[in-house]
């Protein structure tokens, strides 16, 4: 397994070889242990452009999940899952809201963005959303969160 992190912005409660444990963990849990994973922390900046110029919608997102596999095209298997991309300013904000650390909100969005690559969806149907909502918690009491 490779996970790949680049960091566009720090926070000093976020330990990089913290996060790749955590990241190794989920990825085995769900049958993906020897998929490659590419994790970007960047700024509301950063992620907003990403944002419009991918998606089309305006504005700065919490986290982006960009699949490498399951698109409208057809495409070979590949090792590598795909890229997630996760905003440390929204995720300090939300952090704030929830009353949660920043860590833990990490986690949530980076367990999040995970099964977005897995083709989970929350925005499809009631059922659908339910059961992303369950596995994302299933997943951070995986981890410890």
Request: with cysteine; net charge negative.
């Amino acid at each position: 397994m490779d996970i790949q992190t680049a960091w566009r912005m720090r926070l000093p409660d976020l330990d990089s070889r913290k996060i790749k444990r955590k990241i190794n963990k989920v990825l085995t849990d769900l049958g993906c242990g020897e998929k490659e994973l590419s994790v970007l922390f960047t700024d509301d900046r950063e992620i907003a452009a990403l944002n419009h110029r991918y998606l089309g919608k305006k504005g700065a997102t919490d986290v982006l999940a960009f699949p490498m596999e399951g698109g409208a095209e057809p495409s070979p298997p590949t090792p590598m899952l795909g890229d997630v991309v996760v905003s440390l300013e929204t995720a300090l904000k939300e952090a704030a809201e929830l009353g949660v650390s920043v860590t833990e909100m990490v986690d949530r969005l980076l367990i999040h963005g995970i099964l977005h690559l897995l083709g989970f969806d929350h925005e499809a149907s009631g059922a659908d959303a339910e059961k992303m909502r369950l596995e994302e918690s299933r997943l951070l009491d995986l981890i410890g969160g």
